[in-house]
């Protein structure tokens, strides 16, 4: 028996930064999840998919990842897709950065 379709979004790392983006309903990325295009539809989903993927010029490895309607926007529903949403890791730079320096100015 097929697995039941689950809501997801279209995802890819940026191809000159690495920065993980997300595909918007207007077909473009963004670097926040909240603004990514929340898929419903499986054949839709793939479809999405493949528009990601001919942006080969601008993104790098895209995918499919589950999500869920959130009150922002879709949210991510598994620790990778969550970890991603923050930035690299490796030290604080990017996302990381910018968070470090609002939280000093509170």
């Given at each position: 028996m097929p697995r039941e379709f689950t809501p997801k979004v279209v995802t890819a790392n940026r191809l000159?930064?690495?920065d993980a983006?997300?595909?918007t309903a207007q077909g473009t990325?963004?670097?926040?999840?909240?603004?990514a295009e929340?898929?419903?539809d499986e054949a839709h989903a793939d479809?999405?998919?493949?528009?990601?993927?001919a942006q080969a010029h601008l993104i790098a490895g895209a995918y499919l990842a589950d999500a869920k309607a959130g009150a922002n926007?879709?949210?991510?529903t598994h620790f990778r897709e969550e970890f991603r949403t923050r930035g690299p890791s490796n030290y604080a730079h990017g996302k990381?950065?910018?968070?470090k320096q609002e939280q000093q100015h509170v």
């Amino acid at each position: 028996m097929p697995r039941e379709f689950t809501p997801k979004v279209v995802t890819a790392n940026r191809l000159l930064e690495g920065d993980a983006v997300w595909f918007t309903a207007q077909g473009t990325w963004s670097t926040t999840m909240d603004e990514a295009e929340l898929i419903t539809d499986e054949a839709h989903a793939d479809l999405r998919l493949l528009e990601a993927q001919a942006q080969a010029h601008l993104i790098a490895g895209a995918y499919l990842a589950d999500a869920k309607a959130g009150a922002n926007g879709p949210e991510p529903t598994h620790f990778r897709e969550e970890f991603r949403t923050r930035g690299p890791s490796n030290y604080a730079h990017g996302k990381q950065e910018t968070a470090k320096q609002e939280q000093q100015h509170v």
